[in-house]
């Protein structure tokens, strides 16, 4: 299965450093291979400017939203259609990331409408799930993170959750330098695949699996190689131009 490796910018970079750091990264990630997709999420504002640049350079590095609304359209002040992105190249959205979770009431119904309305303009959904400090110490944390998937799939056609790509980011690993021990990641991400077979009612092509949270150059290498992790979701590392390529070389 192929890596995906995405860089979610969060709420940093205006319209020009935007630019400045996608062009840097073209210039750094010049391999290009089958079996990695490197993905940027930037804010929306320069959304239109960084699909410019990466059209302009013919790149295979694919544009993602950080988050987008499930009504079609109308009285949403504020808000993004789902419909308002696929004519800007976007292929891939964020949806339930934990800032969103926690700060904007993002629930797991609204992780679900949204969902359903990026499969239905053929924009890949990139969910996010994840137990928070107070969970994982309490031990509840599987049943979280379970819920939350299956929450997010609800009455999704089994196809429809084999077009899913599912990102495991423990809230408290987020911008804080801490990570899980690689084999508290490979237990989850068995456990997320184990559900993911019965959601897809098959074992074959499941949704790829991303692991996020403080990933850096450093341990970007021995997270992939974790059994059934198949990409990272970078935040404050995919700032930085020459971090963000040597974490997608160490998918190579
Ligand atoms: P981080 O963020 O890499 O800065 O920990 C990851 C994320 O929020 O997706």
Redesign the pocket.
């Known amino acids: 299965m192929k890596k995906i490796i995405a860089g979610?910018w969060?709420m940093n970079l205006n319209v020009s450093d935007s630019s400045t750091l996608i062009k840097e990264i073209l210039k750094e990630i010049t391999t290009t291979n089958e079996n990695l997709e490197v993905v940027v999420a930037p804010s929306y504002l320069a959304v239109d400017a960084v699909s410019k640049i990466l059209k302009e350079n013919n790149s295979s590095i694919k544009l993602s939203v950080q988050d987008a609304h499930w009504q079609e359209e109308g009285a949403y002040t504020g808000k993004v259609a789902v419909s308002m992105l696929a004519d800007l190249g976007v292929s891939y959205s964020l949806v339930g990331?934990?800032?969103q979770r926690l700060y904007f009431n993002e629930t797991d119904q609204t992780v679900n409408n949204k969902t359903k309305q990026l499969l239905k303009y053929n924009i890949t959904p990139i969910v996010c799930i994840g137990e928070t400090l107070e969970e994982r110490e309490s031990e509840q944390f599987e049943e979280v993170i379970l819920s939350q998937l299956k929450l997010a799939c609800n009455n999704l056609s089994s196809e429809e959750v084999k077009k899913l790509v599912i990102a495991y980011?423990p809230v408290w690993?987020?911008?804080?330098g801490k990570i899980p021990s690689f084999e508290q990641i490979a237990d989850i991400h068995q456990l997320i695949k184990s559900e993911l077979k019965n959601l897809c009612k098959s074992d074959d092509n499941l949704p790829a699996v991303l692991y996020?949270?403080?990933?850096k150059p450093e341990n970007a290498k021995e997270i992939m190689n974790i059994q059934d992790v198949d990409g990272v979701?970078?935040?404050?590392?995919s700032l930085k131009a020459k971090d963000f390529s040597q974490i997608a070389s160490s998918a190579l």
Request: proline share 0%.
């Open positions: 979610n969060k990331h934990s800032e980011e690993a987020i911008g804080t996020g949270g403080s990933v979701l970078v935040g404050g590392a």
